[in-house]
C-alpha cells in the first residue's frame, strides 16, 4: 500500500532540491581573465565581456534577468575598479538584453538600429516603464570607432545571419572580438528567421568579421576560441546551407530533410542547455536550414521598415 505521507513529503523534497538547484544555477557567475583589461562572465544567458578602460566599465550584453544584469555591474565594478560607462547589447534576444535594467539609468546603451527596432517591437511589454530607461539610447548602422579612456573598441554589424542586426564588438588593443551570437562555439546555434537570421548569408558575414585584426573571439555562448574556431563554425554553416539549397532544388521534404546523413561539420557541436535543453540541436538547424531555402517561415509584419544597411 501507497503510504501518501511519506510520497508526499518526498514530493515536497524533490520540488525544493530542484528549486535550490535552478537557483544555485540562475546565481553562478564564472569569471574568465583574458587580459589585463578584459573578462567574460559566464552565467545563465548569453557570455558578457568586461572592459576595464580609465574612465570606466565597458560591458557587453547582460545575461537574461534584471538581477543577473545587477550582478553583472557589481562584477564589473569589483573586477576594473569602475561604474559602467557603457552597456553594449550585440542583439536583442532575452538572454543577452534582460540584464540591461540591472545598470544605472542614464548609462550610455548601444546596440544596431535594427536592434532596438526589435526590442520595441517583439519584446513591449518587457521594456514598458522602467525597463525602458535601460533600452539602447545610441545606435549605430554599419561600423563605428569608441574611444573610451585610453581603449579604442570598434563595433560593427557585419551582415546578417543569428538574425539581421547582430553588433560585433572588436577590443582593439586587446586583439579580442566579442561575436555576440554571430558565434555559437562547440554548440548548435539558432537562427532566427523571423528576426531576419539567415543560413545563407551567415558564412559571408563572419568572412567580413574575420577581415579585422583579432587573435581572441568570444561567442554569445560556449567557450573562448579564436579565429579558427569561426572558420570552422563558418565550414558548418556553408555545408548546411548547401544541403538546404540542395534540398530546395530537389523539393525534398522536411521530413527527409531531418534524416540527412550529409550534414557531417556538426560532428563536433553540443545541444545548447540552459539548465535544460532549449531546442537549439541537429533538427533544429536541419529545420531552419530547409525552412529559409523553401520559404516555410513568416517574418512578422511589425519587423518589416527598419531595414539596415550592410
Ligand atoms: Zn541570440
Avoid: C
Avoid at 538572454?95 to 532596438?116: C, E, I, K, M, Y
Avoid at 540541436?281 to 516555410?296: H, I, M, Q, S, Y
Amino acid at each position: 500500500m501507497i503510504n501518501w505521507k511519506r510520497a508526499f513529503w518526498l514530493v515536497v523534497l524533490l520540488l525544493l532540491s530542484a528549486a535550490a538547484y535552478v537557483l544555485v544555477q540562475v546565481r553562478a557567475l564564472e569569471v574568465e581573465q583574458l587580459t589585463d583589461d578584459l573578462y567574460v562572465l559566464r552565467g545563465l544567458g548569453g557570455n558578457v565581456a568586461v572592459l576595464r578602460t580609465a574612465a570606466g566599465a565597458v560591458v557587453v550584453d547582460s545575461m537574461m534577468l534584471p538581477w543577473q544584469g545587477r550582478r553583472v555591474r557589481e562584477a564589473a565594478r569589483a573586477l576594473t575598479g569602475m561604474d559602467t560607462v557603457l552597456l553594449i547589447n550585440t542583439h536583442h534576444h532575452w538572454d543577452h538584453t534582460h540584464g540591461n535594467p540591472g545598470f544605472a539609468p542614464g548609462t550610455r546603451v548601444l546596440s544596431s538600429a535594427r536592434t532596438r527596432h526589435y526590442l520595441q517591437a517583439l519584446d513591449a511589454d518587457f521594456w514598458a516603464g522602467e525597463a525602458a530607461r535601460l533600452l539602447p539610447n545610441a545606435t549605430l548602422s554599419g561600423r563605428q570607432v569608441v574611444r573610451i579612456g585610453e581603449q579604442t573598441i570598434t563595433l560593427l554589424h557585419p551582415g546578417a545571419g543569428h538574425t539581421d542586426g547582430d553588433l560585433v564588438v572588436l577590443f582593439d588593443d586587446q586583439r579580442a572580438i566579442h561575436m555576440g551570437d554571430l558565434l555559437f562555439n562547440g554548440h548548435y546555434p539558432n537562427i532566427d528567421l523571423e528576426a531576419g537570421g539567415t543560413v545563407q548569408r551567415w558564412p559571408a558575414t563572419l568572412r567580413r568579421v574575420l577581415r579585422l585584426d583579432f587573435d581572441t573571439a568570444i561567442p554569445g555562448h560556449g567557450a573562448t576560441t579564436d579565429r579558427a574556431g569561426i572558420v570552422e563554425f563558418a565550414s558548418f554553416l556553408e555545408q548546411l546551407g548547401e544541403l538546404a539549397r540542395h534540398a530546395a532544388r530537389d523539393h525534398t521534404s522536411l521530413r527527409q530533410f531531418l534524416r540527412t546523413q550529409r550534414l557531417t561539420l556538426d560532428e563536433n557541436l553540443e545541444d545548447v542547455r540552459m539548465i535544460i535543453p532549449v531546442g537549439l540541436n541537429r533538427k533544429f538547424v536541419l529545420r531552419r536550414a530547409w525552412e529559409e531555402t523553401t520559404g516555410n517561415f513568416t517574418r512578422a509584419a511589425a519587423l518589416d521598415g527598419a531595414a539596415e544597411g550592410e
